[in-house]
């Protein structure tokens, strides 16, 4: 069974910096595109980042890019966020998801950003 | 870049069918999943590929998706399937970027 484990969420200054982490297991996430999906509290579900397999191809959402860096290591299995020069609108719950369609979720790390 | 509609609420009662819909243009060229998210829980996929159920979710769930409107049926609702629905589409044209729907509240009455 596909696994996603999320961490690194927490509380920071507007304009710090947070580094999400994604560890997948139960599916062999080098051959997987992944996804970074928010949502704001009470709010609904906001895509963030794609990236490929291979790590080559990636996009952002027009809120985040410039901002945030998608990564992953598949030796270890993991996905990572960078997120950078945070706003108050960044505050949400942030997932980690498989490709379209597979339904891999984790279960989110909270990201809240407030002085 | 692409929107899909859905309904804010909808409200059934008990052992009866719940019809969510989810709007787009063209949607039904589209391939459209389905998520139910619970308070306080990550998102569940309950229809992939406008029509198909992964493992372990009920029969009673089913979907479609033509022209212009993709829709999630939940027969014999049940209070356990009280939640959030939201479709979401793969928008291909200019990335590889997920459309959510803003979601649509299921009470079960």
């Known amino acids: 069974e596909a696994q996603l484990l999320e961490s690194g969420g927490g509380l920071v200054q507007p304009g710090g910096s947070l580094r999400l982490s994604c560890v997948a297991s139960g599916f062999t996430f080098s051959n997987f595109e992944m996804n970074w999906v928010r949502q704001a509290p009470g709010k609904g579900l906001e895509w963030v980042s794609y990236?490929?397999?291979?790590?080559?191809?990636?996009f952002y959402a027009d809120s985040v890019r410039g901002r945030f860096t998608v990564s992953r290591d598949n030796a270890k299995n993991s996905l990572y966020l960078q997120m950078n020069s945070l706003r108050a609108e960044d505050t949400a719950i942030y997932y980690c998801a498989g490709p379209s369609g597979l339904g891999y979720w984790g279960q989110g790390t909270l990201v809240t950003v407030s002085s | 870049s692409y929107v899909l509609t859905q309904p804010p609420s909808v409200s059934v009662a008990p052992g009866k069918t719940a019809t969510l819909t989810c709007g787009g243009n063209?949607?039904?060229?589209?391939?459209v999943h389905w998520h139910q998210q619970k308070p306080g829980q990550a998102p569940v996929l309950v229809v992939y590929d406008d029509r198909y159920r992964p493992s372990g979710i009920p029969e009673r769930f089913s979907g479609s998706n033509s022209g212009n409107t993709a829709t999630l049926s939940i027969s014999r609702v049940e209070a356990g399937d009280e939640a959030d629905y939201y479709c979401?589409?793969?928008?291909?044209?200019?990335?590889?970027?997920?459309?959510f729907g803003g979601g649509t509240k299921l009470t079960v009455l």
């Open positions: 990236i490929n397999s291979r790590g080559d191809t990636i």
């Open positions: 979401q589409v793969w928008d291909t044209t200019s990335d590889r970027r997920w459309v």
């Open positions: 063209k949607i039904g060229t589209k391939s």
